[in-house]
């Protein structure tokens, strides 16, 4: 086989921009969508050319023609299409978190043990070369030994509303620097302290501030706003410092690397994670697909985008949403 034959299930915004980057990776063919909503399960299969549609994923899952799927629900509807898919012999892209309780993680996981697909979770700041580089440079043992991270990844208030009724912005987005602090470090968390603030009155807070102690004696911080005014220039202003006994590491993904002055304002667009260029999405996302797409076909097991790896990030982010609820410092065994 050279060519791996998938669909999405679920096509709110990131299933489309899934189908968007998938279209742009030679080895994967977009086969087939899924959604419950009849008039958007029309109109992707328009835009994509795509005509295997599919109300139920159940029904997608039984055809032998799909080899693989990938998974844009909501996370906490991940764990019966994931389990479902692994069991149907489907190789697995899980899109982050894994899942909405370390219990459920847990049992896609083990279904994933001795499954004919690979599972492979997309924690795609991994494949952002800015932090490939700075995890390179750790190996190679550059800066001595870790002993303080901080992140910030900060969005305007204007993306939010609808997904802070769904997912707060620990668990939503701080889980992306969480996971890449546990590969940096490759060490265990062992504590999480947080505090929230409420700026909306929306289900769950705008902005989280949480800290981590390591196993090894690190600590980290990190800053997740989601109500930065509407006027900033920006998409996101992502940061992170690592400092070392022996040097420092300082990766910022955020204005000005492109710069577009229009009729309306300053404009600083996404050119690393899911740019679009003719139609089609390149960056770190098509990075990711590619990988899997390999790993897929040759047989490999992921080495990036490992479940226990992503196991570990949602139960540091919910102890810290724990911690922000009580106001205590939450142990992690």
Known sequence: MDKLRIGIIGLGWFGEIHAETIMGVPNLELAALCTRTEDRLTALGEKFGVE?????????????????????????????PA??????????????????TVEDANKIIAASKGAKGILFIGHIVRFNPRYRMAKQAIAEGRIGKVV?????????????????NKIG???GDAIHDTDIML??????????????VDVRGLKHPDI???????????????????????????????RMSIIGTEGIIHVQDTFPPLGIVDANKLHSPDITYWPMFDGVRGGALREEFNYFTSCALSGS???????????????????AEESARTGNVVRIG
């Open 83 to 100: 389990i479902a898919a692994l069991k149907a012999g489907k190789h697995v892209f899980l899109e982050k978190p894994i899942a909405s």
């Open 52 to 80: 295997k549609l599919y109300r139920d994923y159940h029904d997608m899952l039984a055809d032998p023609e799909i080899d693989a799927v990938s998974i844009c629900t909501m996370w906490d509807q991940h764990t019966e």
């Open 183 to 196: 590969w940096l470090t490759g060490d265990k968390i062992v504590s999480a302290y947080a505090q929230t």
């Open 301 to 319: 097991t992921p080495k990036i985008g490992v479940p226990e790896d992503a196991a570990a990030a949602l139960q540091a982010t919910l102890a």
């Open 169 to 171: 912005p620990i668990v």
């Open 208 to 238: 989280g501030q949480t800290m981590f102690r390591f196993a090894g004696g690190a600590t980290a911080t990190l800053e997740t706003v989601w109500c930065m005014p509407t006027q900033t220039p920006f998409d996101i202003d992502e």
């Open 148 to 164: 303080a991270l901080s992140s910030r990844r900060n969005i305007p208030a204007a993306w939010t509303p609808t997904i802070l």
